[in-house]
């Protein structure tokens, strides 16, 4: 149980562009999702929490407006890279829970902006 | 976000070896997970603790939970290849479902 199915599993785009991730719970509701940055041979940085039908919470220096979280259903959270730049390229993922107990994180998408 | 101190850093041990690696905190935690991640993936949950001087075990995996409740250790037995990876530690405190997590350390198998 417990599944987190995230897309895509990796993405290149242009400068410029934007591009959406997406996280589905797929065996339970996720009434809070935590999205990660994880740079090379790094640990993971929490980025943002959402809670289903609310804003999302953003950590100390992340840009609200460059990295746009929806969680509209308890069973899906979207990550929105806008106007992104060499240096948003990253490894992002995210961890579902209900009741903030969830344990298992996504495959994680590996972006890469040229 | 705070980090716990994991420690090794990097394992380069031989096949059939025994593993042990630890976290530590300055902070009290209510839970505390042991996590898996390979190259190009996210990390896969191996073990969960609960209650302070819990011993868990999965497979070849053993984890405690320390009885101060700022520690933990994880114990891979017999070591195969496959075990190859980056371990983390991760502590659930008092903030609603925030997770810290350690540095990792990274485990190289030779045959």
């Known amino acids: 149980g417990a599944v987190v199915s995230q897309h895509p599993s990796w993405v290149i785009c242009k400068s410029g562009t934007s591009v959406k991730i997406e996280c589905r719970s797929l065996?339970?509701?996720?009434?809070?999702m935590f999205w990660y940055r994880q740079f090379p041979k790094k640990s993971l940085m929490l980025m943002a929490t959402?809670?289903?039908?609310?804003?999302?919470?953003?950590e100390q220096g992340v840009e609200k407006d460059k990295f746009l979280i929806n969680h509209a259903s308890l069973t899906l959270s979207t990550l929105t890279v806008t106007s992104a730049h060499p240096e948003d390229s990253s490894f992002y993922i995210c961890?579902?829970?209900?009741?903030?107990?969830?344990?298992?994180f996504g495959s994680g998408t590996r972006l890469t902006v040229v | 976000g705070q980090q716990l101190n994991q420690s090794p850093q990097s394992m380069f041990i031989q096949e059939g070896e025994d593993v042990s690696m630890n976290c530590t905190s300055s902070?009290?935690?209510?839970?505390w997970l042991w996590y898996k991640q390979e190259p190009g993936e996210g990390p896969v949950l191996l073990i969960a603790?609960?209650?302070?001087?819990e011993l868990t075990s999965n497979g070849r995996l053993t984890a405690q939970f320390g009885i101060t409740r700022k520690d933990s250790f994880l114990n891979i037995s017999a070591s195969i290849p496959s075990d190859v990876g980056i371990y983390f530690c991760?502590?659930?405190?008092?903030?609603?479902?925030?997770?810290?997590f350690g540095a990792g350390t990274q485990v190289v198998v030779t045959p």
């Open positions: 961890r579902g829970g209900g009741n903030g107990y969830g344990y298992t």
């Open positions: 065996d339970f509701q996720a009434t809070t």
């Open positions: 959402s809670n289903e039908g609310s804003k999302a919470t953003y």
């Open positions: 902070s009290i935690f209510n839970t």
């Open positions: 603790l609960y209650k302070a001087g």
């Open positions: 991760a502590g659930r405190g008092d903030s609603w479902g925030k997770l810290q």
